[in-house]
């Protein structure tokens, strides 16, 4: 299927929809009801669905606890001991990693500060950080205070790259240029992989590579991407990046927080870290001793006792990926969000912006539309139509089709709303 082959009309998104080998895997989900019927959902950028796996899955956790007590640790379905070891295996393919250089703890922004602290080393030459010019707020805040914990000035440490005047996007060019040209002075790139407002995948290899080029870190916050492009962070050299599971992975809200470190940092006990007594190697933790060992992968960054009940939706979660399998769902992604933009680009009328690239390789499943006018009463008329998509002003209505769970039915069902009432 191409953009030539797409066709108008309900008859043939249905079509779609039963020659589509992932479509069975709607049903594995719970969808927010509208007059008695599932709400269409493009939200999972945000928040993804709940797996209806997770009630049995969170009841053998229970049961556990109910049953064994400390126990549980040892003992059960899945001893708690090792349970964030449970999720790795599934998470390698899905992040190109290996299990060695992927853990699960905490949440995102508290593991980006974590990240950061262990790769960050400012010293009179070399103290700038590069990121992406409006990147989620809680990056920005994020990289000032790190900058200002070691008693830098923000306006000299951070620099920022900006889409150039009169364009929303970054150029790939520009960012590899500015990274050339910090030089000597540049101790880390930390960017988005995903521009959570513009939908723009960056290239995160030509990234990493300049970066290293100059001698400096590359790190990413892969929130909008884990679960929704495969990625090959090893084999792209990233030294690190952090993401969260509650948005394509499924894992519920504020559910546990991912963590890729490369091999070449994590196998290394000395790579500098703020430890806990869950990233001490194993033969010495209940000895209870002095003196941090820490394990020789990512695990060795983990410092609380592993968070059992916020690691269960993930593996629920993650058992459905396994299924499905994330080369197959992103070739689904790439043609239901290529469609939903095709049928956008028959409606002359409306007077609106496709934000996000146009090459797919360049975005995941996420389009943002920038109306210009009607922004807002788009929002609201699919809410009244059970269509849940989300707005950020000025007009910007962010529409994200996750192929475990959504469509093509549901994305023509989008588009002839906009075609009745706008
Ligand atoms: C790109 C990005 N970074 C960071 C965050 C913040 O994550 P958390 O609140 O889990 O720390 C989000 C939340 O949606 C996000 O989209």
Same mark, same amino acid.
Do not use: M, V
């Given at each position: 299927m191409t953009n030539n082959t797409f066709q108008i009309g309900l008859d043939y998104a249905i079509a779609t929809d039963k020659a589509d080998?992932?479509?069975?895997?709607?049903?594995?989900f719970h969808f927010p009801q509208h007059q008695g019927r599932d709400c269409i959902y493009f939200c999972g950028n945000s928040l993804g669905l709940q797996p209806k796996s997770l009630a049995e899955a969170m009841d053998v956790e229970m049961k556990t606890w109910q049953n064994l007590a400390v126990g549980g640790y040892f003992g059960g379905t899945n001893p708690w001991l090792r349970y964030h070891e449970y999720l790795q295996p599934s998470l390698t393919s899905i992040m190109g990693a290996s299990t060695k250089e992927i853990t699960l703890m905490n949440s995102l922004t508290v593991n980006l500060h974590l990240l950061m602290l262990s790769f960050y080393k400012p010293s009179i030459d070399r103290y700038q950080i590069i990121m992406e010019a409006g990147a989620f707020p809680s990056d920005q805040y994020a990289i000032e205070t790190l900058v200002k914990h070691f008693g830098l000035d923000p306006d000299q440490a951070i620099i920022e790259i900006s889409p150039r005047e009169g364009e929303k996007l970054l150029r790939e060019e520009d960012i590899l240029e500015t990274i050339a040209q910090a030089g000597g002075k540049l101790a880390m790139v930390m960017m988005?992989?995903? #521009?959570?407002?513009?939908?723009q995948f960056y290239n995160l290899e030509a990234i990493t590579k300049a970066a290293h080029a100059v001698g400096a870190i590359a790190g990413f916050d892969l929130a909008h991407v884990a679960g929704n492009i495969p990625l090959q962070l090893h084999d792209w050299q990233v030294d690190f990046a952090v993401w969260c599971s509650y948005k394509y992975l499924n894992a519920g809200p504020g559910a546990v927080g991912g963590v890729f470190v490369h091999e070449k940092w994590a196998?290394?006990?000395?790579?500098a870290r703020l430890a806990g007594w869950w990233g001490n190697d194993e033969q010495t933790r209940f000895k209870m001793e002095k003196g941090f060992h820490a394990k020789p #992968?990512?695990?060795?960054w983990n410092i609380s006792t592993t968070q059992v009940f916020n690691m269960i939706g993930l593996k629920a979660s993650l058992a459905i990926f396994d299924e499905a399998g994330i080369q197959a769902l992103r070739e689904k992604s790439m043609q239901l969000t290529a469609y939903l933009e095709w049928l956008l680009q028959q409606l002359p009328n409306l007077n609106f912006e496709i934000i996000t690239p146009s090459d797919p390789h360049f975005r995941g499943a996420q389009l943002s539309l920038y109306f210009k006018d009607q922004g807002r009463a788009i929002h609201d008329k699919m809410i009244e139509n059970g269509i849940i998509v989300d707005y950020r002003e000025p007009g910007v209505i962010r529409v994200a089709p996750a192929p475990?769970?959504?469509?093509f039915e549901d994305v023509y069902q989008f588009y002839s709303i906009l075609k009745a009432h706008f």
């Open positions: 080998a992932l479509a069975p895997f709607k049903s594995k988005g992989g995903i #521009n959570y407002y513009t939908g196998s290394n006990s000395d790579t #992968n990512a695990s060795g475990l769970y959504c469509s």
